[in-house]
């Protein structure tokens, strides 16, 4: 059987460079017969989220060094933190907006594809009330502009993206969905575009 990041490897034709992310993502998708982008039906969250938490005790990868200097701001599936040392943004995330732990890994890696300027780095895990949050950092972006949501969709469309609605986008060769690409989660530097929070699912 091959692996889940195979799989994905095989989709993007690319090779996609192990980490921790995707070595959690890997297992899940090895003890799981249900993974995100497979035909078969989602293994409920907290049924896998007690697979994650005997990966994370058995790796000790629960993660300790919480000292970050600013913090920034939160929303239904995240807190933000600026580490002022490294220059990066570190964000605890519960994977709220998706069915599974495994299609939250998924969408890390697929963003870490299509936008390696903002990638994403897994550090490990903290529990917070009994739950657990994954703790990943991304690098630090000061926009010298606002974001012009036109040049957003310019952009999509020239990577071959399609308009559904709002700030949602499908790109139907990739089995791909881009959601809430709005101007808070793309932002501009130096007439840069900078895709900071995505929701990616792989359909």
């Known amino acids: 059987m091959k692996s889940a990041l195979s799989l994905l490897e095989k989709r993007f034709d690319t090779k996609i460079i192990p980490s921790l992310l995707t070595d959690v993502y890997n297992y899940l998708g090895s003890t799981s017969s249900n993974r995100a982008y497979s035909d078969k039906a989602f293994i409920d969250k907290s049924t896998e989220a007690k697979l994650l938490e005997e990966y994370i005790e058995e790796n000790n990868l629960f993660y300790n060094n919480l000292d970050f200097s600013v913090y920034l701001d939160e929303g239904a599936e995240q807190k933000v933190f600026h580490d002022e040392a490294s220059g990066r943004v570190i964000k605890f995330n519960d994977g709220i907006f998706y069915v599974n732990w495994t299609q939250y890994f998924e969408s890390l890696i697929v963003h870490n594809v299509l936008f390696k300027e903002t990638s994403y780095d897994l550090l490990g895990f903290i529990r917070i009330n009994h739950s657990i949050f994954a703790v990943v950092s991304q ?37 791909l969905i881009l959601e809430d690409l709005h101007e808070e989660n793309v932002l501009i530097c130096d007439g840069t575009l900078f895709f900071i929070d995505t929701v990616i699912y792989v359909i």
């Open 139 to 175: 690098i630090f972006i000061t926009p010298t502009e606002k974001t012009n949501i036109e040049l957003v969709r310019n952009f999509m469309k020239q990577k071959g993206f399609t308009l559904k609605k709002n700030n949602d986008y499908v790109h139907t060769h990739l089995g």
